[in-house]
């Protein structure tokens, strides 16, 4: 793949097309890059300039993509199998940092994304990654969650959502209900993915808001449970689901922190 800065490049996995975009320095051999993993609504635009202020304070090239079904990726058959973030993790993410030419990364995830990102770091055993931060990740559904999500489903089918999420997917059908129908099935319930924070061997950090309304404190224990590496938390308040975006003044600079530890041997 050609890394051009701030540019949409398309690559193929697994016979799809796949939509990406790179800002700051390309890849090399001795400098990492960040691997951006989106929401489960989000796409490469919908990450806003996040990923040009992150490039911009930590020096590194920064990789977003949009999954199948979302943004300008091509379509995804519906309906998504319940295990379908572990399914990116173990059978899209390898070869997304293969064709990126990733030789070392920090794996960044918001919500779905960060719950792939702690997959992939869990049983993939890929020394490539480096670090892991988490944005509002889920380890095991909540009826808090899902109370969340059936909310927005009526939003999405009874005002103007719909057409707001049009202007960042291509088939905002399959983007959204891809993602809300798997999380509303009552088999959804028993989705836990907290066995693979054990196998993480890499620092990681969390950010939570305290009143995320999509997951409470208690994914945040499950992962001081169930890590074995140095784990940073970063709670905090008012910032909502999307921490990222509601309070980049506290989380931009706790991330661009996080990376320069590890990449000072210092955590």
């Given at each position: ?24 320095p390309s890849p090399s051999k001795e ?31 920064v990789f977003a993509y949009s999954r199948?079904?979302y943004g300008n990726s091509d379509p ?192």
């Amino acid at each position: 793949m050609i890394w051009n800065s701030s540019e949409e490049v398309t690559i193929r996995v697994r016979g799809a097309s796949l939509e990406g975009r790179c800002f700051g320095p390309s890849p090399s051999k001795e400098v990492p890059i960040i691997i951006l993993l989106h929401e489960g609504l989000g796409s490469v635009g919908l990450w806003r300039d996040f990923p040009e202020k992150l490039a911009e304070l930590t020096g590194l090239g920064v990789f977003a993509y949009s999954r199948l079904g979302y943004g300008n990726s091509d379509p995804v058959p519906l309906p998504r199998p319940l295990n379908y973030m572990a399914d990116e993790a173990v059978r899209v993410l390898p070869e997304i940092l293969d064709q990126v030419g990733c030789s070392s990364c920090f794996l960044l995830g918001h919500s779905d994304g960060a719950s792939i990102a702690a997959l992939y770091a869990g049983r993939m055993a890929d020394d490539r990654v480096i670090g892991v931060g988490l944005l509002a990740p889920h380890f095991f559904a909540e009826p808090e969650s899902i109370d969340a999500i059936a909310k927005v489903k009526t939003a999405f089918e009874e005002t103007d959502l719909r057409q707001k999420l049009a202007r960042h997917h291509l088939d905002v059908e399959g983007a959204f209900y891809g993602w809300n129908r798997a999380w509303l099935d009552p088999a959804f319930m028993n989705w836990n993915i907290e066995d693979a924070l054990e196998g993480i061997k890499v620092p990681v950090l969390v950010i939570q808001d305290k009143q995320d309304e999509y997951g409470t404190l208690k994914q945040i224990k499950a992962l001081e449970v169930g890590l074995k590496s140095p784990l940073v938390k970063v709670i905090v308040e008012n910032c909502g689901h999307s921490p990222h975006q509601e309070c980049p003044e506290i989380t931009l600079p706790a991330i661009s922190d996080f990376f320069d530890q590890i990449l000072k041997n210092s955590i």
